[in-house]
């Protein structure tokens, strides 16, 4: 019996591990807050990038494509793009989420709060959402409400306030259910 005991524990464990060495999350992390050393996105990527938002205008393409410019420090073509998006596409929250980020380094804190809040609200009553998107706009929306409750419009006017609102959102604790 007590064997079988170490056996199944050393199988649960080598699980684990085997899961944090090899596992892992489909989609890349994209930060709220910009860093000096993040990696460009390459001209021709850009330029495919376009081309496919301007042949199929669909959620994951303008996304895609405004991500891509906010990868390259340019929130106002992120904007852009989403703006001019159909009605349907901005609708989708994994648009509204990029779109509030591209707000949110225009110097627009509040309007992306309110953008934030309306994805992660829509994502929490269909359900059909994947689970990091929820988990992502409910991040969002902590920092966002740190960030508004702080007094804070542009973060480039107050680096040291946004950074202290990041960390107060960190140490709240948030509960997402999971299906």
């Known amino acids: 019996m007590r064997l079988r005991l170490l056996i199944a524990n ?5 699980t684990i591990a085997w899961m944090a060495t090899f596992g892992g999350m489909e989609t890349r992390a994209k930060e709220l807050l910009p860093r000096k050393d993040v990696g460009k996105v390459a001209a021709g990527e850009l330029t495919a990038l376009e081309a496919n938002a301007a042949t199929s205008p ?8 405004a991500s891509a410019y906010l990868d390259r420090d340019q929130p106002g ?3 852009a793009v989403i703006e001019k998006a159909p009605a349907h596409v901005r609708s989708k929250p994994e648009v509204a ?9 225009r110097g627009h804190a509040r309007e992306a709060l309110a953008v934030v809040r309306d994805a992660s609200e829509r994502c929490a009553e269909s359900g059909s959402c994947a689970t990091w998107l929820l988990a992502k706009t409910s991040r969002q929306v902590a920092f966002l409400e740190q960030v ?3 007094g804070i419009d542009d973060p480039a006017a107050n680096p040291e306030g946004t950074r202290a609102a990041y960390e ?3 140490h709240e604790v948030r509960l997402v259910a999971m299906r």
């Open 58 to 65: 669909d959620a994951k393409a303008i996304a895609g494509l």
């Open 77 to 79: 073509l992120a904007s």
């Open 10 to 14: 050393g199988l649960v464990l080598g």
């Open 97 to 105: 989420e990029v779109y509030a980020r591209a707000l949110f380094h």
């Open 148 to 150: 508004v409750a702080a």
């Open 168 to 170: 107060r959102s960190t």
